[in-house]
């Protein structure tokens, strides 16, 4: 047992991945508890450990109707998982040291910096002050926002814990919501006080925090770092196309937009582009958009949000690099060039790499559940993709998905939050000193 603790403590990556297992084990033995659920019947381990991996991943899959099926014991557990898994455990254990005044030493530092995808560990703590001020400060904000067009429709105190727990779900782009029916934000699709705000809180959250600090502190250095520049312009053109095309491949489909007036086709459709960001909430029946809109929000969720922020995916910065490496080669050039900044070759082979995980990871859950689940290709591929970018957009598969299915579905959940080349360096022996270096060979390819 000693043997096996000091293995998983002996590098950052190994802390994360069983920080992580510990808090969902955690949260489903409290969601297991009868207090739990409206009825006070206890849940199975398995949907108990599903709904905290998709909490704890901030996904948003869920097997049960969270406002009807859940009471409010089980809400907060919920909650408290999102805010964990959203922020980071290692970014919730530093602000308790801080809290106690205790020292950050230099192991906590090391993980601290692969848990925000830094590239240093300088200036770790004072990031983690900006992480947790930003995140309360915008939960902060959209609870206010929320609370106030809540209470049109319920009484006050409903309407202030409804706004609370939506504000901070959709924030870390768990996608949980209380609307009941497993109807997400269906009714508010007209409501453009409602789309709005929840827009802007699935975009800042799915920004990250080091770019969430870029902006918010402009006014100091007028300056946007490179990784900022290419965040908010990838984010912008995967923001607009995206509705662009489910805009034009939906505008005569009467079972989602098409009925609507002009306007409200415009900001339903802008309103999916936004949640496949790693959002998780929809104003539309997922089920009923064309097969050709769903395989493209699959490759929407597959890209997902940006490093270092609650969302999921390969992540914009990767499908940034992916796409300069190729106009770079087919103009012939041997750098990749990003805002008249030359990156490292080292960073266009991880991008590479990270893709490859991915795409080989989605690949193997879907023959899994294609194997497990009755039910079509697209649909499958769907639930796949979604696990895996933490999105929890469904077509209806999660709620009546085997056994074998769940376990499935929460792996890809798990890895998506973690990140795969995390679980590789968890997993894989440590990299040893290289003393030699083969012959160039070569290869044809094309």
Known sequence: MKKAIRWFSASPPRTLLIGFAFIIFAGAQLLRLPIATVSRESMSFVDALFTATSATCVTGLVLFDTGSHFSTFGHWVI???????????????????LILRRRISLKERLILQESL??????????????????????????????????????????????????????????????????????????????????????VLGGFGFIVLADLFEIRKKWKFSLHTKVVLSVSAVLIGFGALIIFIFEFTNGRSIGDEAFGQKVLMSLFQSVTTRSGGVATVDIAELRQATQFFIIILMFIGASPGSTGGGIKTTTFAVLVGAVLAMIRGKEDVVLFRLRLAQERVYKAVTVTLFCIGIVMLGTMVLATTEDAGFLK????????????????????????????????????????????TYALGPKPGRVLYRHAEGKIIIG
């Not at 591929?381 to 499935?408: D, H, Q, Y």
């Open 380 to 423: 499958i591929l769907f639930e796949a993709t979604s696990a895996f970018g933490t999105v929890g957009l469904s077509m209806g598969l999660t709620a009546n998905l085997s056994i074998a299915g769940k376990l499935t579905i929460i792996f890809l959940m798990f890895i998506g939050r973690l990140g795969p080349l995390t679980l």
């Open 79 to 97: 909650l408290l998982l999102i805010q964990i898994g959203g922020i980071g455990f290692m970014t919730m254990a530093t602000l308790f040291a």
């Open 117 to 202: 995808n830094q590239g240093s560990i300088e200036g770790l703590v004072r990031l983690v002050r900006k992480v947790i001020f930003y995140a309360l400060a915008l939960e902060t904000a959209g609870a206010i926002l929320y609370s106030i067009r809540f209470a049109i429709d319920m009484p006050l105190g409903q309407a202030i814990y409804h706004g609370i727990f939506h504000s901070i779900s959709i924030f870390n782009n768990a996608g949980f919501d209380l609307s009941g029916d497993f109807s997400s934000f269906s009714k508010y699709s007209a409501d453009l006080y409602m789309n709005i705000v929840s827009m802007v809180l699935i």
